[in-house]
């Protein structure tokens, strides 16, 4: 220091953590390091402060480098947003397009979104729809009850061009009464529904996946529709019910594990 | 109109979508469940989805998207309290928190990120806000509707308490007789 500078305001707590955080400007920043030079138990504690930020910030690190997930795709959420209730895909389409965002091609190309494309993201909202449609109804949720088992199952089979199986949910309270072929953006899918004891319901659809065929579980909820939805060896399935997300994640786990045992 | 929107939405894309992992990760370090920050910022990005043209336009889109993100997780821990919850409810393990690193630094990072979760809930934001998500402190006095100066001293009280902690937890060497009972770890 200079003797024609004045003498610099003292050092206050701040200062430290405003010199940890490299906040302070170069002048100021000399200062404190001057005073940290001649108080060695200050010196200690900032150098703690700064091996604690610097420590936060690796444990941290990893959760910022994982990939997005696609149901927090914000491209994705503003095009939905736009489409009111039950999937209106013309209309979702029309306002990506109007929004210029351009085709789902130019999505995929970008990597953005490739769910969008259909992916287990949009596997999630079929299944979210045609519970909605079907499961939910009270007087004929299935086209063909438990009876016609085989003959359902042989003729998803043939429309998927995949063999697929019922799972067996007895052990878990859940017996099957039935099921349907639906539709879906990504064409056909079949659709197993199931209810317990106290009527409630919960459905199975399953589809081949054209991108993303092998993806971890992931958790969805839509009003008071929950699901987990997932993809293994190229078909995808979505367990979606009514019941509590964490009431429905043993069942998925369940299904999970008897399709794959099947496959 | 159609144009505005579309205006509208491109900004907002190109603001907040860089943010995202940033949410993710202030979410996930506040609340420490993997799912439960992920709806989190869903229910966050919906509401800035919503919000967006309302917005004060002067205002910092960054400060504005994370004081809706903090005061989500305020109430959503506020609503776990109430219930008598415990966070971490199913399969939740260490591994969803950190990426497993080398053995040592690993163990730091974890004994760090747990005497952080044992912070008031109110240090505990002003150190993530500011060390992690390199907040300034203004911003973070923004975001938390608290004066700049209720902003530092949170921070070098949850600083010091931090460090203490650490310094109290032997690691390899020194065991530290005078440190807390309550931030022990029982192996």
Same mark, same amino acid.
């Given at each position: ?26 002048? !100021? ?69 109007? /929004? ?38 009270? /007087? ?28 067996? /949910? ?36 399953? !589809? ?13 909820? *839509? ?7 997932? $993809? ?32 | ?25 202030? $979410? ?5 469940? !993997?799912?439960? $920050? ?34 989500? $997780? ?36 974890? *004994? ?20 992690? *998500? ?50 022990? !770890?029982?192996?």
């Amino acid at each position: 220091m200079s003797a024609d500078n004045p003498t610099p305001p003292p050092i206050l707590e701040e200062d430290l953590h405003a010199y940890v955080d490299n906040c302070l400007d170069a002048a !100021r920043r000399r200062e404190v390091q001057d005073y940290l030079d001649h108080h060695p138990e200050a010196a200690a504690q900032v150098a703690g402060f700064s091996a604690q930020r610097q420590g936060l910030r690796s444990a941290l690190a990893s959760i910022a480098d994982e990939p997005v997930p696609s149901r927090l795709n914000l491209q994705h959420m503003i095009a939905e947003r736009h489409a009111p209730r039950q999937w209106h895909w013309g209309m979702a389409a029309a306002v990506m397009l109007a /929004l210029g965002l351009g085709g789902f091609g130019g999505w995929s190309v970008r990597g953005m979104s490739p769910d969008a494309n259909g992916g287990i993201a949009a596997l999630a909202r079929e299944a979210t729809s045609s519970y909605a449609v079907y499961a939910a109804d009270p /007087l004929r949720p299935v086209e063909m009850g438990p009876e016609r088992q085989t003959e359902l199952v042989s003729w998803v089979s043939s429309r998927l061009q995949r063999p697929v199986a019922v799972p067996d /949910l007895s052990q878990s309270g859940y017996r099957y009464i039935g099921g349907r072929l639906v539709s879906t953006e990504h064409g056909p899918a079949g659709m197993f529904i199931y209810d317990d004891a106290n009527g409630t319901r919960l459905a199975m659809v399953v !589809r081949p996946m054209a991108i993303e065929r092998d993806t971890p579980m992931m958790k969805q909820s *839509e009003g008071n529709i929950a699901g987990f939805t997932w $993809a293994a060896r190229g078909l995808g399935y979505s367990v979606v019910g009514t019941e509590r997300a964490d009431a429905l994640h043993p069942l998925a786990d369940e299904v999970r594990r008897q399709t794959a045992a099947i496959l | 109109m159609a144009s505005n929107t579309s205006g509208d939405m491109k900004d907002l894309l190109a603001h907040v979508e860089p943010m995202v992992p940033a949410l993710r990760r202030y $979410a996930r370090a506040l609340l420490r469940d !993997r799912d439960l $920050a992920d709806d989190l910022v869903q229910d966050c990005l919906e509401r800035v989805i919503k919000r967006w043209e309302q917005r004060r336009q002067d205002g910092d889109t960054r400060q504005w998207v994370f004081a809706i993100a903090h005061n989500l $997780a305020m109430d959503f821990l506020r609503q776990q309290k109430r219930r008598g919850l415990h966070l971490a409810i199913e399969d939740v393990e260490e591994k969803e928190m950190v990426t497993p690193a080398p053995q040592e630094a690993h163990l730091r990072h974890h *004994e760090l990120l747990r005497f952080l979760e044992r912070l008031p809930e109110e240090q505990r934001s002003v150190i993530l806000l500011v060390s992690v *998500e390199d907040l300034s402190y203004a911003e973070a006095a923004k975001v938390l509707g608290i004066p700049i100066g209720t902003v530092m001293s949170r921070l070098a009280r949850g600083r010091e308490k931090l460090l203490r902690a650490m310094e109290g937890e032997p690691v390899q060497q020194k065991p530290v007789p005078d440190s807390p009972p309550v931030l022990r !770890r029982l192996k």
